[in-house]
């Protein structure tokens, strides 16, 4: 008996929506690319913002969280903004902040005109004002509220450079409907960014965090965003409240109190690391050099920004007994060798600092340290703030003048 064999053919129709669907999913890219000149062309910023956790209980408590009001305009620029942003940019910050562990807000103002910095604390009733870049120091608390890619010269050339970007849809923040963008960076680092689809500008950026028990994303998300204010360099200082005290900007009483680092004038705890030629460096045989370390790692976008002003230590000092180095901990996967390498940074590199960070008591990346000839903690600050390296060029000159007076 002869068989007959019907082939079947099946046609897969798209439905007018799930054609539509495919269409209008944009080239992510080319998004990107838009964005990053759209962001670049803004010379000025006004909006509302806050920065929190989200994700496990042990993160949300570490980080906090800001929320409050901010301007920003930028000012002069130098080779290494240009590069790596910041600069003498204006900016002022009206606030509360929540610290880790804590229900109260605290109230807060802050601004600079790229000269001075002044910070009205309003449980104290204080302001504090000084000099930049040694005041820097007072702008960390409005800071998590800052995109800093607003202001920057190349805002999103490390998204557009990416291992990938997958588009994930759209979304809705702050009544502004935004392309929702998932980026996986080349040091491994992940971020979800949220660009409004109308001026292709910033809305919101989580970034994810997975260190041990601490796992979810720190949040920035901006509302009431206006490109086009009105500013001008006096929109940059603050009036002295009534009743309020006025008090000198001064290292020593406005430290890091809540940042956790180690006391200054403890002995640094030791510690034995090795380069990445696998040569080990001993901080015991170091004495009688001023040592300047700064923890870091390559997925943290403000350890990059602090990077320059290490070099600029590096290359201020060359020749004195002082060394600069930069630990790494809490890496992902990253090349760090390779990171400073290319950017030619010359400094010192330490790697698998992971346990030194637990003695250092680090909580968050940067932190810094600078440890005096006999081996004591000369200064200690964590996180990014323009003028950090101003500060510690100035505790370095000193614990070098204490030195040298004793010989």
């Known amino acids: 008996?002869?068989?007959?064999?019907?082939?079947?053919?099946?046609?897969?129709?798209?439905?007018?929506?799930?054609?539509?669907?495919?269409?209008?999913?944009?080239?992510?890219?080319?998004?990107?690319?838009?964005?990053?000149?759209?962001?670049?062309?803004?010379?000025?910023?006004?909006?509302?913002?806050?920065?929190?956790?989200?994700?496990?209980?042990?993160?949300?408590?570490?980080?906090?969280?800001?929320?409050?009001?901010?301007?920003?305009?930028?000012?002069?620029?130098?080779?290494?903004?240009?590069?790596?942003?910041?600069?003498?940019?204006?900016?002022?910050?009206?606030?509360?902040?929540?610290?880790?562990?804590?229900?109260?807000?605290?109230?807060?103002?802050?601004?600079t005109d790229g000269r001075k910095v002044e910070r009205i604390d309003v449980p104290q009733k204080a302001m504090t004002h000084g000099d930049m870049p040694e005041a820097g120091v007072l702008l960390r608390r409005g800071m998590p509220l800052f995109v800093r890619e607003f202001l920057h010269e190349r805002p999103f050339a490390d998204e557009i450079e990416s291992k990938s970007a997958e588009y994930e849809g759209e979304r809705e923040i702050g009544g502004v409907m935004c392309h929702v963008i998932y980026v996986v960076y080349k040091n491994e680092s992940e971020s979800r960014w949220f660009f409004g689809k109308d001026d292709?500008?910033?809305?919101?950026?989580?970034?994810?965090?997975?260190?041990?028990?601490?796992?979810?994303?720190?949040?920035?998300?901006?509302?009431?965003?206006?490109?086009?204010?009105?500013?001008?360099?006096?929109?940059?200082?603050?009036?002295?409240?009534?009743?309020?005290?006025?008090?000198?900007?001064?290292?020593?009483?406005?430290?890091?109190?809540?940042?956790?680092?180690?006391?200054?004038?403890v002995h640094a705890p030791t510690w034995e690391l090795k380069s990445p030629d696998g040569k080990s460096v001993r901080l015991a045989d170091l004495r009688g050099n001023v040592v300047v370390v700064d923890f870091w790692a390559t997925w943290c976008g403000p350890c990059k920004l602090a990077m320059p002003g290490m070099q600029a230590l590096q290359d201020e000092f060359a020749g004195e007994p002082v060394k600069v180095f930069g630990i790494n901990c809490w890496e992902r996967g990253g090349d760090p060798a390779a990171y400073m390498q290319k950017r030619k940074f010359t400094y010192g590199l330490l790697l698998d600092g992971d346990k030194v960070a637990e003695q250092y008591r680090i909580n968050g990346l940067p932190t810094y340290y600078v440890i005096d000839a006999q081996g004591k903690?000369?200064?200690?600050?964590?996180?990014?703030?323009?003028?950090?390296?101003?500060r510690i060029k100035n505790v370095v000159s000193e614990a070098l003048a204490g030195t040298q007076e004793k010989h």
């Open 1 to 111: 008996m002869r068989q007959v064999v019907v082939l079947t053919l099946v046609t897969v129709v798209l439905t007018p929506a799930a054609a539509a669907r495919a269409e209008d999913k944009p080239d992510v890219r080319a998004l990107l690319r838009e964005v990053d000149t759209a962001t670049k062309a803004v010379g000025a910023v006004a909006y509302e913002a806050e920065f929190f956790g989200e994700g496990d209980a042990a993160l949300v408590e570490r980080v906090g969280r800001v929320r409050g009001r901010v301007w920003a305009m930028q000012g002069r620029r130098s080779v290494l903004s240009n590069l790596f942003g910041g600069g003498s940019d204006l900016m002022k910050f009206e606030g509360q902040v929540q610290l880790p562990g804590t229900s109260d807000w605290l109230g807060f103002e802050i601004a």
């Open 200 to 265: 292709n500008l910033p809305r919101r950026v989580e970034r994810i965090v997975n260190e041990g028990p601490a796992r979810g994303a720190t949040v920035q998300q901006i509302t009431s965003l206006d490109s086009t204010p009105n500013l001008s360099r006096s929109s940059f200082r603050l009036d002295v409240p009534r009743g309020y005290e006025v008090k000198e900007f001064s290292p020593d009483a406005d430290g890091d109190a809540n940042s956790g680092t180690l006391a200054v004038g």
């Open 377 to 390: 903690i000369a200064f200690a600050s964590s996180g990014y703030a323009p003028g950090i390296d101003g």
